[in-house]
């Protein structure tokens, strides 16, 4: 299945069960002006990022991409650093962002030596990630009242036209496959991951920080190179785990400085609010 077929078909299926759960449980969308510019960020930056990820698959193996995306912690954390111009970083984190940066040139140079294409699945899931934060950033601040699932309906409302545009005018194949495992695979996604997992990200991103919620990126990078291996037999070579073992001790020491520097600061505003039911 074209990538941008496969896209959209997710994200559509997705839309559509949310649409249906929030039928049942006649719980409105809260469609008012004071809530779309967390509709708008939600849906931008699900579908540039999710377009920039499905691209970059064509390129690295999956495995690769959930290790990338270990990086959302720190880049989270520089993203509120800058907006926060009072914050000052930690001898301890500089070490973990510069441990972890070693990592990602580890895998970047293996990358390289992979193929003359593999470096662009890495530069891809940089950005992506990079985007993922920074709405990860803006969501939380706006400390939005809304649900998590009317948030994710919200972003999807939006993102959905651009996701059809994008595989009716981008797909090397545009029309719908009869492969039933790549169907499998959809239905899975739209499921788990769109319908569940979005609403799910959005509900703890009202609850606590963006940088603690970046931090839960900590437990998938060797759980998905282990899976990609056995199940997709994908080859995981000794450079890229000591490059995943340097970024993930880089993301230990980095939690440990947030750990510490939340016990010296008070709440945020955004955490302290009390947040809508999902």
Known sequence: MAFPVALASRMLLGLGLLLLYLRLRRQPLYWHHQHYPAYLVSGLSVFFAMTIVYWSAQYIPSGWIALLFALAPFMTGIISWRL????VLSLTTIIALLLAFAGLLVIFAEGLELGSNAWKGILGIIVSTAIHSFAAV??????????????TVGGLIIASPLFILL??????????????RAWAAVTYLAIFASAIGFPLYFYILQHLSSTTVSLLTLITPVTAL??????????IVTRIWIGGIMILVGLGLYALSQQHANKKSPPSAATSTEPSKP
């Open 167 to 180: 595989a009716v005018f981008f797909a090397a194949e545009p029309g719908l496959p009869t492969d039933r």
């Open 84 to 87: 926060q111009a009072d914050r």
């Open 138 to 151: 803006l969501l939380n601040g706006m400390g939005t009242k809304t649900s998590a699932v009317a948030t």
């Open 226 to 235: 282990l899976l990609g291996q056995y199940l997709n037999d994908e080859v």
